[in-house]
């Protein structure tokens, strides 16, 4: 079955330009997550959708982020006025309902480069 | 206190060695923990799930669990180069969100 699918795979963009990230969850996963992770760093948490919730944005670092998730299903993660420290790996996992207690799949990532 | 702890690496093993790698945790009623295998430059694969107290053997992976202790380790057996990787342990928060330790990353020389 299709696992987790992010696009593009690499983004490279100057300063300054918006970028959109696209998420596909695994088919029937109603919880959805967003992670950034720098070069050698951790997993940052960045948002997080369930089913018909309101998003959990508490780890967006900035007002320059947003996520959405249209019908349920995919999402697209979108950063305006891009920064270099916006570099990073932004990862996309999705589980079950109860993910109290389903573990996350992860998708290949997009790496993005901001020159 | 950090919700979940690993400990410190880096880990370097003899090929044919067993890797230990030892995850504490801070939330005594976490009821499930989960091991993932990152290679560099790639995302997190979940390799193995625990749930109950005791071992669960998955191959050449065992995972322990001791709830009293808030413990959970990862033995890998007969350690292959391809296991060289970064091991992140998993344990979800109550806001459904996962808490990641910082992982140990495991160098299994040939």
């Known amino acids: 079955g299709a696992g987790v699918s992010q696009s593009p795979s690499n983004k490279v963009t100057e300063k300054g330009k918006d970028v959109e990230l696209r998420c596909d969850p695994i088919?029937?996963?109603?919880?959805l997550y967003w992670y950034r992770q720098s070069l050698g760093q951790g997993l940052e948490f960045l948002i997080y959708f369930q089913g018909n919730s309101a998003p959990d944005k508490s780890g967006l670092p900035s007002d320059r982020f947003s996520a959405e998730r249209t019908g349920g299903s995919v999402s697209t993660l979108t950063i305006q006025r891009t920064q270099q420290e916006d570099s990073a790996v932004y990862l996309c996992?999705?589980?079950?309902?109860?993910?109290?207690?389903?573990?996350?799949?992860f998708g290949d990532g997009t790496r993005l480069s901001i020159l | 206190q950090k919700e979940v702890e690993q400990n410190s690496g880096p880990l370097s093993v003899p090929e044919g060695a067993i890797a230990s790698l030892n995850c504490t945790y801070s939330d005594r009623v976490s009821q499930s923990f989960f091991w993932y295998r990152q290679y560099s430059g790639k995302s997190p694969e979940l390799i193995m799930s625990?749930?109950?107290?005791g071992d669960k053997e998955d191959g050449r992976f065992t995972a322990q669990l001791n709830k009293a202790s808030q413990y959970v380790s990862l033995l890998i057996r007969d350690s292959q180069p391809s296991d060289s990787a970064t091991y992140l342990c998993?344990?979800?928060?109550?806001?459904?969100?996962?808490?990641f330790g910082a992982g140990t990353t495991v160098t299994v020389r040939a």
């Open positions: 088919s029937g996963h109603t919880a």
């Open positions: 625990i749930y109950s107290n």
């Open positions: 996992a999705s589980s079950t309902w109860d993910s109290s207690n389903q573990p996350q799949h």
């Open positions: 998993a344990v979800p928060r109550r806001d459904y969100k996962l808490s």
